[in-house]
């Protein structure tokens, strides 16, 4: 029976926490065991039954019936705290734990229980326990240690294990304290009672180790972390001490903790802030006042103060904004004066500010809400600090009398803002019906903020509640969904373009005649100017419609000011010019109007200058604003609108030269190619044209009588204005990737791409490593030697500082299996701290030297000197040679003394005497060295191993073995007869005593010789290849070129700028599961078996590191827990998870750790000491290491609904819980809801910005929970994750990184340089975000893959190098920027998050930072890790998102200010880097329409036969030149040329080469080409319709098969309709177009189009893998048909049905607006049937209207007699006779009719084609124009015919896309070369990708 229990007992634990004593690696080992880990939160929160039930799982072994007696009592506290079970959870867990408790009192059977004696039971336990653990003595050591201020290493050693103890006893002490009340109070219960005294009056001894805490200790000191002990942590702790100045604290008010009163408790009294709150921002406050003196220097004083300098400096930075909008607003600030302010009232005001923004929750986005908020919060305080009675603020008052800053000021602000989130309609309402964050926090830039007073009133416009139907009014701007935007923003290119191309077609109608006459019509340009500038005033007036009644009256009145001037001056103008052209045709004029329009201009172009340069140029910007004059300051407005961002935007003279000259160089060539290739050529035709008579159309012609053949010039110019109107982009991208090249070539990226110029170079690398990255405090260590020593001294002393970071570094690779154990032996250098001579290099330098020294002196016939210059001629040769000799001479007199040691001396003397004599050829046989070099190899051999007797005697007997080829084989004959004579030696031989026995090595540095000088013996092969595996290559390639670019030098660890990474994480793959790694696609391809075949090396690696064997297979590694753990480990380290994330940046804090240790910062210690360790022995376990880490680094993943996934026990939950156990440095923030019950009975939810790391058992420990006023999801949900989070971040930077990242321990070791550069001179303004280069590690997987990654790395390179400098117009695309964290969190955070206009969030954050005087710089000396989307449709979802974020930029409000505020060139290149890039991508598919719909202008109305007949018949041949020219645009190949630029500059030119011919090879511009369909499409859908949003890509491994209906979905009305409507131009062009050469013309002319027309129709299948495969086809098909014909229904999604999908795709024409511009565009598809019906042979040469009158009547024809053979009928069976009958009548006819026509008119087969081909457009015409006018539709009961014909449209599109790869399908052979296009680079590297693709595992595990 017993066993059965025990049996249960293990089955409910398992049940209850199945990850159980899990081992997880370093750091804590375990998460919560037993049923501590299941308890409720409900109960966790309020109590500490999980603590005791964690303490009955501790002592379960040690005593079952205490253990009984404390889940007694938890089960006690859970019954009084919820005894009806409502808690969610709370029964199952109460179930649980009694049926644990029942099965613990089945377990003693019949021994009867007296639960009187469980209070002296737990006592004499409890007693027990004490004495075994030396509690009191530990107390008695923390009194000691408190006393005297220092740090003890021992306890801190002891911490985890002490820790546990100490939670133990404090479970105890709780239960013993709830059961003394029934004891007898005379007994035991008085002896708890004078315990319990006790141990409250000595502070519970440790109890500081068991209080949560983030970095710092500090409501319990810690004894067992160092950071407490710091001097800056201490002063700043000291700095915040509450004085006896301040105000008086009730008596009653509680010091949480067990620490003095400071300031954080008076805020706390006098604005109820949260505790949390306060916990949270008094440890960031320390932090930042401890850096900021750290920077300044450490005090040294017992009692250390911070220094003054320190609190100004953070206390001006942190109330920077605050200032600087009391000054835009000409507000007094809430201080008198800065010198007037004591350090205490400054630390107050920061602190307050801290406070303010830490619970300010979604009103974090409003920096100047804040701003106002404290202004006012800061005159209370004010008023509060000069009483002398502390008082709550009544600003913070609640209706209820408590004091709540939540509940008072935020709450309400809030509540507005989600009424107003609320509309929106997630994201499908218009943005000009809703107030945004952004209109929100515009409401503080006027002085009418203040009309809100304090406290704020409800019934205030800010606070206004949306109500329904009735807009709130915007602030200052309105988001209209319009492509006027593009105009509006960017007004001042337009007119110059347009005013350009007018001057130019002047001068070249002109015929480059320079005369008066061509000047004064030049300055028909002015009119021009005039018109266009009124056209973006009346676009001002326009677009603001929606916020007149709200927004500022000065801005209205700047509006209708600017409209009325600019309408006047066009009309002026233009006047004056029409007056100027009259005179010019008068005879004997005096020109006066002339006069007056070169003044008027004159001037005008005059006053543009100067306030160009008044606010362009920083002297004149300056003196403008100092200038009080209200006349001056109104042209000045009236100019340029002053908002409170974009201030100031210039840069310094210099910068500003460069991007202007870039800019000319640019402009020049546009001007001269579009002058003399696009505008030149066509002026003759144009005069021909206009001259020519009255030409015969073909058609009936509407529009071109007598208007000169007007719509024949429109279209003949249209496509070049088109190009003119984009091709500026291309000349900015050729010459941005000519100077972006330049520049990296002089900043030397690329000097260092291969393994053989590592090993050349590798010498020179411990000098720049010193130099560059290790700060003057290490640099000092090793050595006190003066500046004047020889070289090789000063080499070994910078190798000796270098090996420890080297070292490291391989052992990183080889953790990540990057190399073999061999591999990490050989790239090892030495410590070089030894007695050796020399530099000791790594051995993959000098490996197989000593074989090839030895072929050198074996051929040797010259002298020694000649033989040592041969040796010398390759210089690791020369220090292979040296080491060996001194390495052997070393260890021979360590491992032997007496005569043995005389005769190793007399040897090396002897040798060393005849090198220096010249005559060591002499000395030595050096025929004889192979032989020598076998004995000490065996030797060596011997030594490497453990000693043992065995292995003793055979030592001896191989070194006396070693002694005899010296002696009488290695040395002169004369030589051997001394040694042979000699005495001491003989003797000693010949009584067995020389080499009997041998010292056997036991010093470290011996050890490492001994190992060192076998591998030197041994490894014969060259180390050219090492390492092998390619990633590792590349990683050291590029760290190694990185030492030799230009950074800043590396400050101490104390003194560098603190920082924190950021990753936000939703739901994505935390960690592999073995289930996942196991599950099987539908081709029989697991992840993990994909895996091994792709990374074949790593996987060896891996199964060497683990200890197991090459053939150890999958069930294997299964049966040993902690090798399946290590297994998913390794394959989550290969994917994008954020596994590999948190792995990735925990580098930054082994690397600080490092550095750390290395600096060696004292601090007080007791008994620390680090001898005998080398180097880097141990880093990781020293606390001064440890905490100089924790004080400069924070890890924060915000995992937004780790809550919820905790709640319903989700694997990902239990995955973060395992890297919070194996990351003591990492943080975890979630946003927890709870369920809470208001008075009135209703139900509410609760939401809380939580915190947690691992505690000592494991589990996770909560250390921070702030209240949220309500969901923090108001806006998007990256960004919103982003804000609640961002409170628990530290230090004064932050690195955003996303969940796809990886980092490398090399490029952490940079990371400290890289802060440096806030503090270089970068510009007038210091950096605000620090660009940083970005590696895909992606790119390896597919050819598609390969080319995305070419392309995101020339943009994150190249591209953005350029950006930075010169351009001065880089934002912030993504990750891994690092942020000025003050900087942006005191100016709205590091991302915007209003819905659907933020999509693209991280890009806001750029424009936010210069908007707001921020200055973005980049830098390419350090990398971080980057995974892109690896398929296809994975692709093409994130460039739609992409596309769609960039229409939703056009739209917003800081495109707007930068393309308005920005000077003239700086707004040429963040056009071109943003929008302007996507519009000039859809410009490019534009201009292909514009000119095939054209040239079907031409060929149907038949002018192009005609003016060709016209130019013969005259003469002319510039007519058919023009007619016929080369199509200008093929835009893919110019955007290649960054990539080509960026390959020769990294790879070397001939690899570039290589690489582009193969990118060419694998069809990468069919790929290219595809990606410019999807831009164009969601750009374009974006501003038209909206439907921008975040798409799932799912950033997984793509191999698998994508079904063809699939990819008919995702692309046929983003690509394929598109295609197919080129194609059908381009048949009609081909069938009715004209063209002079013939066939090879047309082939000319549209071979760019058909090229687009193919990739667009056929890439999805192209790189879809097995695309052509004969099985999958057919089964495609079989799904395609299904889905086609399947009806659907309610709930049935697209991918189901036909019929949903359809509906599905018509979700985004939802506005009039949007229906009016839809049915426009589809008015084009009616020109087909227009222009066909009169080309027919039916309708000979009649051009009359009737014709195509009867061509409608026949298609109605047409679709009824479809009608009729598609009716199905539901009634009798007599009707469905009858619709048979006559459908075959019909039948009959219809054929009848078709022949008669044929016989008796001129109806030809040809014209029947014809005919399906001028139908075919107008169906889906008429098709278009029935789903966008719906409801019309529906109304008239037309909507299920147009959905059948809609139906039939998609079977014929999909069989037209089908066909060709069923066709191709057919041929094995299509299949196998598809294979190899799509995964190349796969091959190239040895990977079975065809077996992977055929899914034969089984034949693979046979």
């Not at 001002?540 to 500022?552: E, I």
């Amino acid at each position: 029976m017993a066993r059965v229990y025990d049996n249960w007992e293990r089955l409910v634990r398992a049940t209850l926490n199945r990850e159980q004593l899990r081992t997880a690696g370093q750091g804590h080992e375990r998460i919560g065991s037993g049923i501590a880990g299941a308890v409720p939160p409900s109960l966790g929160r309020t109590s500490n039954i999980d603590a005791i039930l964690q303490a009955a799982d501790e002592i379960q072994d040690e005593n079952p019936n205490v253990a009984r007696i404390l889940c007694e009592q938890a089960y006690s506290m859970a019954q009084n705290l919820d005894p009806n079970s409502d808690g969610r959870g709370v029964l199952q867990f109460k179930t649980g734990l009694m049926s644990i408790i029942k099965q613990k009192l089945a377990k003693r059977e019949n021994v009867r229980i007296d639960r009187n004696q469980d209070i002296e039971q737990l006592w004499e336990f409890y007693k027990l326990y004490k004495r075994r653990h030396r509690v009191d003595d530990i107390q008695r050591q923390e009194q000691n240690l408190r006393e005297s201020g220092t740090f003890s290493s021992e306890l801190e050693l002891r911490s985890l294990e002490m820790r546990k103890v100490i939670a133990t006893l404090r479970a105890l002490v709780e239960v013993l304290e709830a059961l003394s009340k029934d004891a007898d109070p005379e007994g035991v219960g008085r002896l708890i009672k004078e315990e319990l005294r006790r141990i409250k009056k000595a502070d519970a001894a440790l109890s500081g180790e068991l209080t949560p805490y983030n970095i710092v200790p500090l409501e319990a000191p810690s004894l067992t972390n160092a950071i407490g002990f710091f001097p800056e942590v201490r002063g700043a702790i000291s700095a915040i001490r509450y004085s006896e100045q301040f105000p008086r604290l009730p008596a009653d008010f509680e010091i949480s903790g067990q620490r003095d009163a400071d300031m954080f408790d008076l805020l706390e009294y006098v604005f109820g802030f949260q505790k949390d709150n306060i916990r949270n921002q008094r440890e960031n406050i320390v932090l930042a006042i401890a850096n900021a003196q750290a920077r300044l220097g450490i005090p040294a004083d017992a009692d250390p103060k911070i220094d003054e300098k320190a609190i100004n400096e953070v206390f001006l930075k942190v109330l920077d904004n605050y200032i600087k909008w009391c000054k835009y607003l000409r507000k007094r600030l809430a201080w008198n004066s800065f010198q007037a302010i004591n350090r205490d009232r400054k630390l107050f005001l920061v602190s307050l500010y801290f406070l303010i923004w830490g619970e300010a929750a979604n009103v974090r986005f409003l920096p100047e809400c804040i701003c106002y908020i404290f202004h006012n919060m800061a005159k209370d305080l004010d008023a509060i600090l000069d009483h002398g009675e502390a008082n709550p603020a009544p600003s913070c008052i609640t209706e209820d009398g408590s004091v709540s800053f939540l509940d008072k000021i935020i709450r309400p602000i809030y509540e507005t803002m989600a009424l107003e989130a609320a509309r929106n309609n997630n994201g499908k309402a218009s943005h000009s019906s809703w107030r945004n964050y952004d209109d929100f926090n515009e409401y503080f830039w006027s002085p009418a903020c203040f009309e809100l007073k304090w406290p704020m009133r409800e019934e205030s416009p800010f606070l206004f509640k949306p109500k329904k139907r009735k807009r709130t009014g915007k602030s200052t701007f309105v988001e209209h969904r319009t492509f006027l935007h593009l105009y509006r923003s960017f007004h001042r290119l337009w007119i110059f373009l347009f005013v350009m191309f007018q001057a130019l077609t002047i001068l070249a109608f002109r015929k480059e005649k320079i005369n008066l006459k061509t000047f004064k019509t030049i300055l028909s340009i002015g009119p021009t100017f005039a018109i266009m500038n009124f056209i973006e005033s009346c676009l001002d007036v326009l677009l603001m419609f929606g916020a007149y009644s709200t927004a500022r009256a000065m801005a209205i009145s700047r509006l209708v000011i600017r409209f009325f001037w600019c309408g006047l001056a066009s009309v002026f103008v233009t006047y004056v010019y029409i007056k100027v052209l009259e005179e010019q045709n008068q005879r004997n004029s005096n020109s006066k109007y002339f006069r007056i329009y070169i003044l008027t201009l004159g001037i005008y172009a005059a006053v543009r200058v100067v306030f160009a340069l008044l606010l362009k140029c920083k002297a004149c910007h300056t003196l403008s604003e100092m200038s009080d004059q209200s006349f001056f300051q109104f042209f000045k407005w009236i100019y340029q609108e002053r908002y409170y961002v974009g201030r100031g935007l210039f840069e310094r003279f210099s910068d500003y030269c460069r991007y202007v000259l870039f800019w000319l160089v640019i402009l020049i060539c546009k001007f001269t190619f579009a002058y003399f290739v696009q505008i030149k050529p066509l002026v003759e035709p144009t005069k021909v044209i206009i001259d020519l008579p009255s030409l015969q159309y073909s058609w009936h012609d509407l529009v071109s009588k007598n208007n000169k053949n007007a719509l024949t010039i429109v279209s003949l110019w249209a496509p070049v204005v088109a190009i003119y109107l984009m091709d500026l982009h291309i000349w900015y991208t050729l010459l941005s990737a000519i100077i972006g090249g330049v520049m990296g070539a002089r900043a030397r990226l690329g000097e260092i791409r291969t393994i053989e110029m590592v090993h050349k170079r590798f010498k020179s690398f411990p000098e720049v490593f010193v130099k560059n990255l290790v700060s003057l405090q290490a640099k000092r260590l090793p050595f006190d030697r003066q500046a004047s020593q020889v070289s090789q001294e000063l080499n070994k002393e910078y190798a000796s500082i270098f090996s420890p970071f080297w070292n490291e570094i391989i052992k990183s690779l080889r953790e990540e299996d990057f190399i073999s154990n061999r591999e990490m032996d050989l790239l090892s250098i030495p410590s070089n701290t030894g007695s050796l001579r020399l530099v000791q290099w790594p051995l993959f330098l000098l490996s197989s030297k000593i074989f090839l020294a030895i072929d050198l002196a074996l051929d040797c016939k010259d002298t020694q000197a000649d033989l040592w210059n041969r040796i010398c001629r390759d210089e690791y040769m020369t220090y292979a040679v040296q080491e060996c000799y001194y390495s052997i001479e070393k260890i021979l007199h360590s491992l032997v003394d007496g005569e043995g040691r005389l005769w190793v001396e007399r040897i090396f003397r002897e040798i060393n005497n005849s090198i220096l004599e010249n005559s060591l050829v002499i000395t030595l046989s050096l025929k004889k060295l192979p032989l020598l070099l076998s004995r000490f190899t065996a030797l060596t051999g011997l030594l490497i191993r453990n000693e043992t007797p065995d292995l003793a005697k055979g030592a001896a007997k191989a070194l006396f073995q070693l002694y005899e080829v010296v002696t009488h084989d290695l040395l002169s004959s004369d030589l051997r007869e001394q040694l042979d004579t000699w005495n001491i030696l003989a003797r000693a031989r010949n009584e067995g005593r020389l080499f009997s026995r041998i010292e056997w090595p036991k010093d470290p540095e011996i050890k490492e010789q001994v190992k060192r000088l076998h591998l030197l013996l041994t490894v014969k092969d060259s180390a050219a290849n090492i390492p092998k595996n390619l990633e590792a290559r590349r990683r050291l390639e590029f760290f190694s070129n990185s030492l030799f670019m230009d950074m800043p030098p590396a400050k101490p660890v104390c003194e560098m700028i603190p920082f924190s990474v950021f990753t936000p994480y939703y739901s994505e793959t935390v960690l592999y599961s073995t289930s996942e790694l196991q599950k099987e696609n539908e081709d029989g391809i697991s992840i993990l078996f994909y895996l091994q075949k792709i990374f074949p090396d790593e996987w060896e690696n891996f199964l060497q590191r683990i200890g197991r064997g090459e053939s150890a297979g999958e069930v294997d590694l299964q049966e040993n827990s902690t090798d399946s753990l290590e297994l998913r480990f390794w394959a989550s380290y290969r994917g994008q998870t954020l596994a590999r994330t948190v792995r990735g940046m925990m580098y930054y804090r082994r690397a600080l750790m490092l550095q750390s240790y290395l600096e060696r910062r004292p601090v007080g210690v007791t008994d620390y000491s680090r001898s005998g360790l080398l180097p880097t022995q141990g880093f990781a376990l020293s606390h001064e290491a440890r905490a100089q880490s924790d004080l400069k680094f924070t890890y924060v993943v915000s995992c937004q609904i780790y809550g919820q996934q905790k709640q319903r026990k989700a694997p990902e939950a239990t995955d973060i819980a395992l890297l919070l156990q194996r990351n003591e440095a990492l943080r975890v923030a979630f946003i927890h809801v709870e369920d809470s019950s208001a008075a009135d009975g209703k139900v509410s939810k609760e939401f809380f910005s939580k915190l947690v790391k691992a505690d000592i058992h494991g589990k996770d420990q909560e250390i921070y929970s702030i209240r949220l006023p309500g969901d923090p999801k108001l806006g998007e949900g990256k960004p919103e994750n982003q804000n609640h989070a961002i409170i628990f971040t530290r230090g004064e930077a932050i690195q955003t990184i996303d969940m796809n990242q990886d980092n490398y321990l090399e490029e952490a070791m940079k990371m400290r340089n890289l802060l440096e550069e806030f503090r270089t001179d970068h510009g007038i303004r210091p950096p605000s975000i620090l660009g940083v280069r970005e590696h895909v590690f992606t790119g390896s997987v597919s050819s598609l893959a390969w080319f995305m990654s070419n392309q995101e790395t020339s943009f994150v390179t190249l591209g953005q190098r350029v950006l930075a400098n010169p351009l001065k117009v880089r934002m912030h695309y993504g990750h891994p920027d690092v942020f000025d964290r003050i900087f942006h969190i005191t100016r709205g955070g590091i991302s915007k998050a209003s819905r659907v206009i933020n999509i693209s969030e991280d890009i806001y954050a750029g424009f936010n930072s210069t908007l707001r005087q921020g200055n973005v710089t980049h830098h390419e000396y350090i990398q971080v890790g980057k995974g892109r989307d690896v398929g296809l449709n994975q692709i093409a979802l994130f460039e739609g998102k992409v596309a769609g974020g960039n229409g939703e930029q056009v739209l917003s409000r800081d495109v707007y200010r930068l393309g308005q505020l920005f000077d003239f060139f700086r707004m040429l290149s963040f056009y071109f880097t943003t929008v302007g890039y996507y519009l000039c991508t859809m410009m490019t598919v534009l201009t292909i329409y514009i000119f095939l719909y054209g040239r079907a202008y031409l060929a149907f109305s038949g002018l192009d036969r005609a003016i060709s007949r016209q130019a013969k018949l005259s003469g002319n041949t510039s007519l058919n030149a023009v007619l016929n020219t080369q199509f200008l645009v093929q835009i893919g190949v110019f955007t290649a040329v960054p990539m080509i630029m960026g390959f020769i500059l990294e790879l070397g030119l001939l690899k570039a080469v290589f690489s582009f011919i193969t990118m060419q090879l694998q069809l990468c511009s069919v790929f290219f080409t595809f990606s410019l369909g999807t831009k164009t499409h969601y750009f374009g859908r974006t501003i038209l319709h909206g439907g921008a949003k975040y798409r799932a890509t799912g950033r997984g491994f793509v191999v698998r098969h994508i079904k063809f209906a699939e990819n008919y979905r995702l692309y046929s009305r983003s690509h394929f309709i598109k295609a197919l409507e080129v194609a059908l131009l381009l048949i009609v062009y081909i069938a009715y177009g004209y063209a002079e050469g013939g066939a090879v013309s047309y082939v000319l002319l549209t071979l760019s189009s058909w090229f687009l027309v193919i990739s667009w129709l056929f890439a999805p299948y192209i790189f879809n893998p097995s695309g052509f495969e004969w099985q999958k086809t057919v089964e495609d098909f079989d799904d395609w048909t299904s889905w086609l014909l399947y009806k659907g229904g309610v709930g049935v999604k697209g991918d189901n049905s036909w019929e949903a999908w359809w509906d599905e795709e018509q979700m985004h024409i939802q506005t009039l607006r949007g229906r009016i511009l839809e049915t426009i565009l589809s008015l084009r598809f009616f020109i087909f049937q227009y222009g066909i019906v009169y080309k027919l042979h039916l309708t000979g040469d009649d051009t009359s209207l009737a014709i195509y009158g009867f061509s409608w009547v026949v298609l109605v024809g047409i679709v009824m007699i479809f009608k009729i053979f598609t009716f199905n009928p539901k009634s009798s069976s007599d009707f469905q006779l009858l619709m048979r009958l006559t459908q075959g009548a019909s039948s009959i006819g219809l054929v009848a009719a078709l022949i008669l026509v044929i016989i008796f008119t001129r109806l030809s087969i040809a014209d029947i084609f014809a005919s399906i081909l001028a139908f075919i457009p107008t169906g889906w015409a008429i098709i278009c124009l029935a789903l966008t006018w719906k409801n019309i539709v529906r109304s008239l009961g037309l909507w299920e015919s147009v959905r059948e014909f809609a139906r039939m449209y998609d079977a014929g599109m999909g069989v037209i896309i089908f066909a060709p790869v069923a066709f191709l399908s057919w041929f094995p052979f299509v299949s196998t070369f598809q294979s190899r296009l799509l995964f190349n680079q796969a091959f190239s590297r040895g990977l079975e990708i065809s077996l992977i693709l055929a899914g034969n595992k089984a034949n693979v595990d046979n």
